[in-house]
């Protein structure tokens, strides 16, 4: 029999695990990544020749990221590692790869989707000006590159990123002029049933809170971004804010790093034509699954957090859940004890997303209530002002017919950073739930591809 | 008792909208159903080309009826449709120079229609267009003709057309037509019907379902475009561009818009799916488009697209539609199956069936498009 042709997109936790399970089934799997290093976004390894430790990288992950790096590095030569590959299609049962100016399509009868998240990013006015970052942006030229965003930086938004980023700047020396949660203190308190589910990740994050705070930064939660201040010719100078009492306050910084929480990467899944469903608690569309992580299309499975936000801990578990049941779908002998326990891993980690989720809620009411002079696609320029003129000339009331007549989520980002935000300033509008506003249809290439692929010359 | 009208119009296209737009000018009124949303497949996901040179000469004065629409179409429309009179140039490549003389042939031909092309080779044509790569041999410039924006071209027809007191549902698949005595009565899947004496079917790649119904089964084909664009670049390329060349693969063609992405289409068409409203570009098909992109204009190739996209469109055997009056059917008219080319003469198209239905006839020759040309016997 010819061996079974398993690709698994994404080196990070979950395309690691899964690699590691194919491999000790006895499998070549493909390995494509779009990073220069396995490792993915969580668990980055710096460049060649920078030398910082475990511990000052990853903190208080540090074990996890060395196991995760060191069990790709013993599979790495038992694998078809293909780096600073991107997949930019994917059709009739083929993966098709751009790397350079090379490009390739790839059969599977296994397709692993360890794809990831990108940050959720609520627009706010300003937020277009050159000092202006997502959070795992502000991480990744910490973590990389050992350098911070600016010289006094304002953290902004929601969410257990908030406070690891604001503490992995304190920790490296950076100013940090505030941390500003537009989450309330309440809704901690709600959430903390589902967040003592995994107790040792909410001691790391009550800690990682402590820190902030003993270095003297000042933290608001409750708050509600007004704009961040700045010019187009020199970039953000400042932050304005209401504070949970109410009062506006400003705060001088020359750079914010802002987000809430995370989202799925799901464009691959859904070029891979996978059902989706409206997830009602993040309130978003997410790729069906069942319990192991096969999608609706058959041979397709997904794993980490591109099929759900559940954490780094949680792909692990997924991403081996998921090659198991493509192991098992091959016909490979698969051991149900193993199946069993990793379902139940997952399944305490989605009670502590749940909690996640409570406790640092997803502001949906200040997209409606952007002012209309405030960008709201960065890539095309499109304020929200323009997106409600075009609602009220046209009656478009769905996302892709907004997308068709107003270009927001029509850049080269295709609405993976302002589509939450369209969808729920549209629901808004038109008084309508956000899921009737559905879903920006997803089309290659998942990101830029140059002209002159393929050039032979 | 649902909507009596005048007229019923079968299809939400760029055909459905402008042909209400012109009823209700003639004062006719109009109901307009549309299975999805206004200007979805063929109209709104087509390349956008304002394009008289290259249709056949017969087609060439409906072509400048719609050019005129164009023109005016900001005050008739109330509505800004991106249209652009910058020109269209049509080049033939080296290995093929016999298409200079069919270039030369074509231009005199066209000029007796109204249609002035100023054929360009050598310096003259690299001086004007720079862009092109050593491949070129000689291209046919229209001044006149230019590009606008297909997502925006329908749906201003359709809102146009509404304000002036047409009828519009959308959301309306219309699973059954027939004639009962004097009207036609149509039958929604929801169960909607909707009567009127006079039926235009402008359903595009669905039209054979309908004139099946009628006894006038067509070999319609549907298939897809290719499409592409990239991310914006300063304003340069005025004028829309093609190639002349009887290669599907090689028939590609670009044009930029104000706002700077260029988009790309062309070369192999994709497979598409009427049922399921779909379209899906094959990753093949693109890099095929994009390989003959780098071949008509090198330095193109420093750009990256950042999307593609498809639609669904209907073909008929000889490229030509299927256009007025049934042959079975008193009161029943044709506007479908436009192949691929019928952005540009669109509005002509809806204002010469609008011009059918009220006054019985037009000046545009309509025999190439006789639904009876594909009747058995």
Request: with cysteine; charged share 20%.
């Amino acid at each position: 029999m010819a061996e079974q042709r398993i690709i698994i997109v994404g080196a990070g936790p979950a395309g690691t695990r899964a690699a590691q399970a194919c491999v000790a089934a006895g499998l070549q799997p493909i390995v494509l990544d779009e990073g220069r290093h396995a490792g993915g976004q969580i668990y980055r390894r710096q460049p060649d020749n920078f030398t910082r430790p475990y511990t000052k990288l990853y903190g208080t992950e540090a074990d996890r990221a060395q196991a995760v790096h060191d069990a790709f590095d013993a599979i790495r030569d038992r694998i078809d590692y293909r780096p600073e590959t991107l997949v930019w299609n994917i059709a009739d049962r083929h993966v098709w790869t751009a790397s350079g100016t090379g490009q390739t399509a790839l059969p599977f009868d296994a397709l692993l989707l360890c794809t990831g998240a990108t940050d959720r990013l609520m627009p706010v006015k300003g937020w277009q000006y050159a000092g202006s970052y997502s959070l795992g942006g502000a991480q990744v030229a910490l973590k990389s590159q050992a350098v911070s965003i600016g010289h006094r930086v304002v953290f902004m938004g929601s969410g257990p990123l908030l406070y690891l980023v604001a503490s992995q700047y304190v920790e490296a020396g950076a100013a940090v002029a505030a941390v500003l949660d537009t989450s309330p203190f309440s809704a901690r308190v709600k959430a903390l049933p589902d967040l003592l589910a995994v107790p040792s990740i909410l001691w790391n994050g009550v800690k990682l809170t402590q820190a902030i705070k003993r270095a003297g930064v000042p933290v608001h939660l409750g708050v509600t971004p007004v704009e961040i201040l700045g010019d187009p010719d020199t970039g953000v100078n400042g932050v304005r804010f209401r504070d949970s009492g109410g009062k506006e306050q400003s705060i001088a910084c020359d750079a914010v790093a802002m987000g809430h929480h995370l989202r799925p990467e799901t464009q691959l899944a859904d070029l891979a034509r996978c059902a989706f469903a409206f997830d009602s608690h993040t309130r978003q569309w997410l790729p069906e699954r069942d319990g192991d992580g096969r999608a609706s299309v058959a041979g397709v499975y997904l794993a980490g957090d591109g099929a759900r936000i559940l954490g780094a801990r949680s792909a692990e578990a997924s991403g081996t859940l998921a090659a198991l049941a493509a192991l098992a779908d091959l016909g490979l002998p698969v051991d149900k004890g193993v199946t069993a326990s990793l379902r139940g891993e997952v399944a305490t980690y989605a009670k502590f997303a749940r909690g996640l989720a409570t406790a640092f809620p997803w502001p949906s009411a200040q997209a409606a209530a952007l002012p209309d002079d405030a960008v709201l696609c960065r890539c095309e320029g499109v304020s929200a002002g323009d997106l409600r003129a075009v609602m009220r000339e046209t009656g478009a009331q769905e996302a892709n017919r907004a997308k068709a007549f107003s270009r927001v989520g029509m850049g080269r980002c295709q609405g993976r950073y302002c589509g939450l935000a369209a969808a729920e300033l549209i629901a808004a509008e038109a008084g309508i739930p956000v899921d009737q506003v559905g879903r920006l249809r997803g089309q290659a290439p998942v990101k830029p591809i140059n002209i002159g692929i393929g050039d032979e010359k | 008792m649902n909507g009596a009208s005048d007229v019923i119009i079968v299809g939400g296209g760029l055909m459905g909208s402008s042909a209400a737009l012109f009823l209700r000018g003639h004062g006719i009124s109009v109901t307009l159903l549309e299975t999805d949303l206004i200007g979805r497949q063929a109209s709104g996901t087509n390349f956008g080309n304002v394009r008289r040179q290259g249709r056949p000469i017969h087609q060439l004065p409906l072509a400048n009826r719609a050019s005129a629409i164009w023109r005016r179409s900001r005050e008739l429309l109330g509505a800004d449709v991106e249209y652009l009179q910058s020109g269209h140039i049509r080049v033939c490549y080296r290995e093929r120079p016999e298409l200079v003389g069919s270039m030369e042939d074509y231009a005199a031909k066209a000029r007796l229609e109204g249609l002035d092309l100023e054929l360009l080779s050598g310096n003259a044509l690299r001086d004007k267009f720079p862009f092109f790569g050593p491949d070129v041999l000689a291209g046919s410039y229209s001044a006149m003709d230019g590009h606008a924006n297909p997502r925006l071209a329908a749906p201003a027809f359709a809102r146009a057309a509404q304000k002036l007191g047409a009828i519009i549902h959308e959301n309306t698949k219309i699973v059954d037509a027939q004639k009962v005595g004097e009207d036609f009565i149509v039958t929604a899947a929801n169960g909607r019907t909707f009567r009127a004496p006079i039926l235009l079917i402008t359903a595009g790649a669905w039209g054979n379902a309908l004139s099946s119904q009628f006894g006038e089964p067509v070999p319609i084909v549907s298939r897809g475009p290719n499409m592409s664009v990239t991310e914006p670049v300063p304003y340069a390329i005025l004028p829309a561009v093609g190639v002349m060349t009887p290669i599907e693969e090689e028939t590609v063609y670009f044009r930029q818009v104000a706002r700077g992405n260029i988009v790309l289409g062309g070369s192999t068409r994709g497979p598409s799916f009427p049922d399921q409203y779909r379209a899906y570009v094959e990753p093949q098909n693109t890099l095929t488009q994009l390989q003959q992109i780098r071949r008509l204009a090198p330095a193109l190739g420093k750009l990256n697209i950042i999307r593609v996209w498809s639609g669904i469109e209907g073909y008929m055997p000889d490229s030509q539609p299927v256009m007025g009056p049934s042959a079975t059917t008193s009161g029943l008219y044709y506007a479908f199956g436009f192949s691929g080319s019928g952005f540009q003469i669109g509005p002509g198209v809806g204002e010469t069936m609008a011009e059918i239905i009220a006054t019985g006839g037009t000046d545009i020759p309509m025999e190439p498009y006789r639904i009876g040309r594909f009747a058995k016997g």
